[in-house]
């Protein structure tokens, strides 16, 4: 009986946790690597990522391994595949010496999660779409920058009685500033920071406090069109999440990851990135591997 009601209540605490399940952060980790702080030339620009995450671990506030009523690590799985399309338009207006442009990604996104003994559900559709109001890009004769604020919209699939979804159902404003090193000797370097204010969950009344993320890559030039690299990211909460209006203690999310990534150039308009990305140091959130394949094409 003892056994029972501790799990009872052990579901109750698991359902009541929507930030690991799709109501915590909108940003997606890890895309940026190589020139992330070089924008490209004035006209149109196209990339999609098609990533793969998977996780068998699930961490707790303190970056151990979350556990169930009997002392046994959690038996969780997750799983999300994610086709991400993304337009670029570079104009020819210049803003304090830097070009101006847009961009706008829309995701498409398969998930699948399972605790064992609580739930095994998964879902699949339209995700968040980013956009960005303006950002602009300055370039060096060694050192590229590029500023501006996206805006993750609350466009993705989500229904309050699931226990997953793909959408987070609030609005997320994301101040970037991205600066990329890129030598003549083959060495780049690059690195994106990001800040994200979330608002709140109107069906569930879920806030996701303030974050910091960022992306790296630092790659060489090997021959010509080819280019290695060691990439990651790295995301903090600044504070705690709120529940209708109260905070909720030690549930700031933490997470590095590290890993290699690879550029080949076909031609100066057609490029491919394949990376590998893995998790440690986790808090308050899965801990695996995000697997990325990115194709850049310039019109």
Sequence with gaps: MRKAAAFAIFLVLIFSAPKIFGEGSSAVLGTEDFFAGALPPPGFHFINYMAYYGADDLKDADGDHQRNPLGQKLDFKARVFADCL????????????????????????????EIKGAFDEDEFGLGDIYFSPFVLGWHGELFHFIAGLDIIAPTGKYDENHNVNIGNNHWTFEPALAVSMIHPSGLS??????????????????KTGQQIHLDYNVGLQIVDGLRLGICGYYLKGLEDDESDGSAVSDSEEQVLAAGPSAMYSFNPALHLVAKLQYEMEAENRPEGMFGWLKILYSF
């Design 189 to 206: 370097a690059s690195v994106k920071l990001m800040y994200d204010i979330h608002t709140e969950n109107d069906d569930s009344k879920y």
């Design 86 to 113: 993304r337009g670029i338009y570079v104009s020819d207006i210049k803003i304090l010496g830097a070009d101006l442009a847009w961009h706008v990604i829309v995701p498409v996104v398969y998930r699948d999660v």
